[in-house]
Each structure stands twice: as structure tokens, then as C-alpha cells.
């Protein structure tokens, strides 16, 4: 916001130039150079779509379909260690190749409540979504 400040001035500063260059023809060519040096950045392909969603919410689809077994390491633990934490939660769980839907299931809670309880630290209730609804 500083910059945008610090342009304004310059321009208010400059005006009369500027317009003098726009007269001329001259301003045309600096702009379109700086139109086109940026048009990359605002226009540059993103590759595959991911449908609107962005990464961090495909990857927690795709941990609820895992076997708590498996996402134990990305938590920072062992299976008997994510089983614990589950366990700690008030979590109905009996082995570790239990996905986390499964276990959000027999549970009645939902399945990010499941993997914040995989989380290593302090525990904390999720504020939305504790009880599964219907």
C-alpha cells in the first residue's frame, strides 16, 4: 500500500510529462512493454485443473480413504501411537487398517475431527462439524 502511495505521487508529480509523452506517441511503447512483461504472470497456465479446490482440501479427501496405519508417519507416530491418540480422543477404532472415514463412521463424528485428533500437540475440539448430522 506504501508503493501504491509512493505511485500516486510520482504521477500527480509527473503529470505533466506524462501527458506531454502520451501527445507524442512515446508513452505507447514503454506501456505495452509493461502490459506484456506482466500479462505472463496474470495469464500462465496452471496445468491440470483441480476443479476449483485447492490442494490442501484434495489432500484431506484423500487421507480419509487411507488406513490410519499409513498416515501414522505423516503425523509424526507409529500406528500404536495414532491408535492412541484416536483412542484418547473418545475415537471407536480397533486396528490401524481402518481408514479414516471408517473410523469417523463408528464414531459418529466427523472426518476431519479424526485426523485433528491424529495431530501431534495440544488436543482440540473441532468448534463445527463434532457430531456427525442426520
Known amino acids: 500500500m ?20 502520451g501527445r507524442r ?7 505495452l512493454i509493461g502490459v506484456l512483461s506482466c500479462a505472463y504472470f496474470f495469464l500462465q497456465p496452471t496445468g491440470k ?7 490442501a482440501f484434495r489432500l484431506a ?4 480413504k ?3 496405519g499409513q498416515l501414522a508417519p505423516l503425523f509424526g507416530t507409529d500406528a500404536e501411537g495414532a491408535l492412541g491418540r484416536l483412542r484418547a480422543h473418545q ?5 490401524d487398517d481402518e481408514t479414516v472415514d471408517q473410523v469417523a463412521q463408528a464414531s459418529n463424528r466427523m472426518p476431519n ?4 485428533a491424529l ?16
Open 91 to 95: 475415537f471407536v477404532v480397533t486396528t
Open 61 to 64: 479427501a484423500m487421507a480419509t
Open 66 to 68: 487411507a488406513p490410519i
Open 2 to 21: 506504501v508503493l501504491l502511495l509512493a505511485f500516486a505521487l510520482h504521477l500527480l508529480k509527473n503529470w505533466t510529462p506524462l501527458m506531454n509523452y
Open 113 to 116: 475431527d479424526v485426523l485433528m
Open 49 to 55: 485443473s483441480a476443479g476449483g479446490k485447492q490442494v
Open 25 to 31: 506517441g512515446l508513452l505507447y511503447i514503454p506501456v
Open 119 to 134: 495431530m501431534p500437540g495440544k488436543p482440540e475440539n473441532s468448534e463445527h462439524g463434532r457430531h456427525r448430522k442426520g
